[in-house]
């Protein structure tokens, strides 16, 4: 699936603002006809949840309704229609004009139907998104728990949520009502295969919507490849680039492959496409970027800031990425669900590495059957196909913190069926998973090129002990590498430190004992030669679910949620630019 854009052939409107909205407790709305329109709405704003802008509604986890009005030129008779919707939380249903036009379940991930034929042109249409946040338990990510999980919430949390971070209801990101050429490009892709100071060579696949009989022109600068195809729905094709500009870290050197169908019937479709040269690969105990090992610095982040909650928030992505320039980061994780486009779109740019996760995060042993493994493997498809192309993206997490009994069958096939299905789409990247367990209960890792370990020493381990807990921070590393002898990645580590709680001798909470967390661990990981990297948890303070060991939100950030420096953010700083660290 392709991002909407606008260019010879495809138009698009962007539907964001105050649309109409009204909640639906009781699950009466479709009985009433509100398909057809909202009697009795409020406001509200799109992107963005409605727990933070609606303050009666910071609690509320059920079925809401919105609507729009959407009028399409004239001009745009004719031509096929679609609709994205970057992400809803959780699932949506569509109507157009009082018209069921289809939906798309669970969050995250964008959803993009046709509405060729729904729309009347050069009139008002009703647009209608039924949005539903419940907190389900078979949902990704499991919203809630269920009784033989053997835990009640996180933490004990309000609401009882299967994570750590609160379950915010809305559309989250963009609306697009746009139009494409007929025969429909449907996606591109575009592969470095081989890299060398003279030329790079990529693979380039173009997949038709529809079974497609013609020639399809793709052009990078001066270098053009010409697919042709008397039927069937996939070109693909080598193209060498010579002396190429090399995507790095710090250096977002992007290309763009201009593609332009045209069926033997005449009718064309068009897209440009994005895309950087670069190799990834695990070697020995590295992870190499276009053929150099890199250490991994970074943190992991949320999408999450006032009033928007998890709504996307343009500046907020330019702000962050300007504090991981200042603070000399080289890399973030998409914790724990696929972020919205812009946030890859900015650090190609940049040059920052991304480890894109899904929403697999609060996993249990209930969940590892074989339909839901089917249901994982569709969502691992939905986001490989929408992210593949970003030279930024070096690596797939395909889960986060998995609770799994030790040693069992079940366990093993649903990790391994995961793997598969993640390399069957994209031989090109290493994939990884997210532990916070022990080796013994990881068997997941023996299929997985990179052992990525959350371990909170001196906060949930020895609280307030953090030069006691090295030596055992260190031995469980060693475990990790011991157990799979693949490179180790610390992806969590740290502290809680509400900004302004200062001591002289750190203790919990205070800024300097966040601090010394960061800095003795982060020092100890730089001389195991097989650790890969660190993320610190978090890049910024963010909201979550009451508890009693949440201070008003998770205080992990070494940035506040506003975006201002604690001591850490400082350290870090200082670390980042030292060459040697
Ligand atoms: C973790 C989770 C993360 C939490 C963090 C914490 O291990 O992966 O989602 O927010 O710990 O602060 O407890």
């Not at 963009?174 to 892709?189: D, H, M, N, Q």
Request: glycine share 8%; proline share 6%.
């Amino acid at each position: 699936m392709l991002f909407p854009q606008q260019n010879t052939v495809r138009r698009l409107n962007k539907l964001d603002g105050i649309w109409s909205f009204r909640t639906d407790p009781d699950t009466t709305g479709e009985s009433l006809g509100w398909t057809k329109g909202i009697p009795a709405a409020r406001s509200i704003a799109v992107p963005g949840s409605w727990n933070e802008q609606i303050p009666d509604l910071a609690n509320y986890f059920g079925l809401a309704w919105f609507e729009c009005v959407v009028y399409p030129d004239a001009g745009w008779a004719d031509m096929p229609l679609r609709l994205r919707i970057g992400a809803v939380n959780n699932n949506a249903r569509v109507w157009v004009n009082g018209t069921f036009a289809g939906d798309h379940r669970g969050p995250y991930l964008p959803m993009d139907i046709d509405l060729t034929g729904l729309v009347k042109f050069g009139q008002a249409n009703r647009l209608v998104v039924c949005v539903d946040a419940s907190l389900d338990p078979w949902m990704f990510p499991p919203a809630s728990w269920v009784e033989n999980d053997g835990r009640v919430g996180f933490m004990n949390s309000h609401p009882g949520v299967a994570f750590d971070f609160f379950p915010y209801g809305g559309i989250h990101r963009s609306v697009y009502l746009y139009s494409t050429g007929a025969p429909r490009i449907e996606r591109i892709s575009v592969i470095t295969t081989s890299l060398q100071a003279t030329h790079a060579d990529l693979a380039v696949t173009i997949d038709m919507a529809g079974d497609f009989q013609g020639a399809v022109e793709c052009r990078v600068e001066d270098h053009s490849l010409r697919l042709t195809s008397a039927g069937g729905r996939v070109l693909t094709g080598t193209l060498r680039i010579p002396t190429p500009r090399v995507w790095d870290i710090g250096q977002g050197e992007l290309y763009t492959l201009a593609v332009r169908a045209e069926a033997a019937d005449g009718g064309v479709d068009c897209y440009r496409q994005s895309f950087g040269i670069r190799t990834v690969e695990v070697k020995g105990d590295h992870f190499l970027l276009n053929g150099k090992p890199v250490f991994f610095k970074g943190f992991g982040k949320h999408e999450d800031f006032h009033i928007v909650g998890k709504g996307l928030l343009e500046p907020l992505v330019v702000r962050d990425f300007e504090m991981l320039k200042w603070i000399g980061a080289n890399s973030f994780r998409t914790s724990h669900y696929p972020y919205a486009e812009e946030w890859l779109d900015y650090a190609d740019r940049a040059g920052i590495m991304v480890i894109d996760e899904t929403p697999f995060v609060g996993l249990s042993d209930r969940l590892y059957t074989d339909e839901l493994l089917a249901q994982a493997q569709s969502i691992i498809t939905e986001l490989i196909q929408r992210d593949k192309n970003h030279p930024s993206v070096v690596m797939w997490s395909l889960a986060n913190e998995p609770n799994c009994a030790r040693g069992s069958a079940a366990v093993t096939t649903f990790f391994k069926g995961m793997a598969t299905c993640a390399r069957a789409l994209d031989a090109s990247r290493p994939i990884t998973y997210v532990a916070h367990l022990e080796p013994e209960d990881n068997d997941g890792f023996n299929y997985y090129d990179v052992v990525c370990v959350n371990k909170y020493y001196g906060w949930y381990i020895g609280p307030g002990q953090l030069h006691e807990t090295l030596p055992e921070l260190e031995k469980c590393m060693r475990r990790f590498r011991d157990a799979f002898g693949k490179p180790v990645m610390l992806a969590e580590f740290g502290a809680d430190a509400v900004d302004g709680v200062h001591r002289m001798t750190p203790e919990l909470f205070s800024e300097e004992y966040q601090s010394e967390v960061i800095e003795h661990q982060y020092k100890l990981m730089r001389t195991l030669p097989w650790c890969i990297g660190t993320h610190v948890w978090a890049f910024a303070d963010f909201k979550t679910a009451q508890s009693i060991t949440r201070v008003a939100n998770n205080r992990k950030g070494v940035f506040t949620r506003e975006r201002n420096p604690k001591m850490a953010a400082h350290t870090l700083r200082r670390l980042w630019n030292q060459p040697s660290l």
